[in-house]
């Protein structure tokens, strides 16, 4: 068996389609875009060319609501911070939830410490969702920004998004979404969610690493977090990867042009994976929502008993490539914030294992992990 990749919440293969599009940015068409002589222009118009694309691919009214970042974690900064900052005198209260991705936690970590905002972090219940009751009873009159994750990237949870942000424009206040999970499973559109600020990553939905957007409302102030230049309408100091920018617009442009298929095969795949777990493992729990509150892609399965690093090196060694949460947070040995705030308990969470679909995988290769995982957990019983 050649190897088997099941963590595409982590990272997604480069497209061969998205590769040969930015190959010219390289070599030929390297100019920089900040440059003023024809080359640098021609850079300049292949950047607004690509924000069009990802403005279309949100649903954005326009391209200039786009800034394009270093990735998912940038635009989540430069989310919470930027507003944070350029709306502190109006109010100094954020709400996010305990199962944010730490790009979001370690944002509000830093405005509570260096800036004495305060933060209230919602509950989730078993299944990972937020509650819009419990929503509106913490909002306060300094509340200035609400941050709800779109999916959550361990258990794959689907938040309540729209009704959310229905709950925030009655209180007058600002929402962001990190929707970095979402591209390749359902389509985005920010005007009809009506969420203020939204963060994505390109390596999320098959294009290369190192690039993301933030889409902010027109009119919406953000205080820059990098000192620089005027790139970016000066949102966003920096010389722009213009080579990953233009590979995020292909990206996304083969990303749109195939979604419900793929959005199928993904749905097939995922239901005959857990109905194949659930079937040959005992004491097994499958982590987070049924169906249709969770991702097409992921699998967040918890092995009574067993301990996730055991079980994710021996499916390793099978060239079974999965992950025991997010990959942001690998190499901790702590259990995952996500699986606490669900309250699952320690003998099954220190056994949960993550597998998240591509296009690529087949019905085989399911069953070669099933037939391998009840090889490795027979084998660590006996131990």
Do not use: W
């Amino acid at each position: 068996m050649k190897n088997i990749y099941l963590d595409h919440a982590a990272t997604t293969p480069v497209a061969q389609k998205v590769i040969k599009a930015m190959k010219p940015f390289y070599q030929a068409d390297f100019a920089n875009p900040a440059s003023a002589h024809l080359p640098g222009q021609k850079s300049a118009a292949a950047i607004e060319d690509a924000r069009e694309i990802i403005a279309d691919f949100l649903g954005a009214e326009k391209a200039e609501e786009i800034i394009f970042t270093a990735g998912g974690t940038e635009a989540d900064n430069l989310a919470l911070k930027g507003v944070a900052m350029a709306k502190a005198e109006e109010g100094k209260h954020i709400i996010t939830s305990q199962i944010e991705h730490h790009a979001v936690l370690k944002s509000c970590e830093y405005l509570e410490k260096h800036f004495d905002f305060e933060i209230t972090y919602l509950s989730v219940d078993e299944n990972g969702l937020v509650d819009p009751e419990e929503l509106k009873a913490q909002i306060r009159e300094d509340t200035i920004l609400i941050s709800i994750m779109y999916a959550n990237n361990e258990i794959g949870s689907i938040q309540p998004i729209k009704e959310l942000v229905e709950i925030a424009q009655t209180n007058e206040i600002l929402f962001h979404t990190d929707a970095v999970q979402i591209p390749g499973q359902f389509k985005l559109d920010v005007k009809n969610l009506g969420v203020d600020l939204l963060s994505i990553s390109a390596h999320k939905f098959n294009g290369p690493k190192g690039v993301g957007a933030l889409f902010v409302k027109k009119g919406i102030e953000l205080v820059p977090q990098m000192s620089g230049g005027s790139q970016e309408r000066k949102r966003r100091a920096g010389t722009v990867n213009l080579a990953a920018v233009v590979g995020m617009g292909k990206a996304a442009t083969i990303t749109a042009s195939n979604l419900e298929n793929k959005k199928e095969k993904l749905l097939a795949l995922r239901e005959y994976f857990i109905s194949e777990l659930l079937t040959n493992f005992k004491d097994v729990k499958l982590n987070g929502p049924e169906a249709e509150l969770r991702l097409p892609a992921n699998i967040n399965i918890a092995f009574k008993n067993f301990n996730s690093e055991s079980l994710l090196f021996n499916l390793s060694l099978n060239k079974i490539a999965a992950a025991a949460g997010s990959a942001c947070a690998s190499g901790s040995l702590n259990v995952s914030h996500v699986l606490e705030a669900i309250g699952l308990e320690k003998d099954y969470a220190q056994g949960s294992i993550r597998f998240s679909l591509g296009q690529n995988n087949t019905k085989a290769e399911i069953d070669y992990v099933i037939k391998t995982l009840k090889e490795i957990t027979t084998r660590l019983e006996s131990l």
